[in-house]
């Protein structure tokens, strides 16, 4: 015999030892930033009705859209046009007046009405 039968249970405990490391870092691991990531998003989805209505009322913010993002583990992105810098402001704040339950990011540009017109005529 090549292995005795000590070293036959070492190299079983060694394995063993090995797979439940794995079994347990691959199942805890992963699982809490997916979980994490979908909570958020599931609650950023939840508020998105209101923040959409909010939004909405305000005509300056016409070419703003509010959606559910994945990045940064599941948040609110703001993305569209303003004019001015203190319509963007407004923006924020009214934003956060909502009271979001997740991080919000901005992907806001604010181009002024004249720029705007002008780039519409272009072709």
Do not use: W
Not at 56 to 80: P, W, Y
């Amino acid at each position: 015999m090549l292995v005795t039968f000590k070293g036959l249970k070492t190299i079983a405990a060694i394995t063993l030892f090995g797979i439940v490391a794995v079994a347990i870092f691959k199942h805890f691991v992963p699982y809490t930033i997916d979980r994490q990531q979908m909570e958020n998003m599931a609650a950023a989805e939840k508020h998105l009705p209101l923040l959409r209505q909010v939004i909405g009322k305000d005509v300056r913010f016409t070419n703003v859209t509010a959606i559910v993002f994945s990045g940064d583990e599941g948040c609110l992105m703001i993305e569209g046009e303003v004019h001015t810098d203190r319509e963007l402001e407004d923006l924020k704040q009214l934003v956060v007046s909502s009271k979001p339950p997740v991080h919000t990011l901005y992907q806001v540009d604010v181009m002024p009405l004249e720029l705007h017109e002008e780039v519409q005529k272009k072709p």
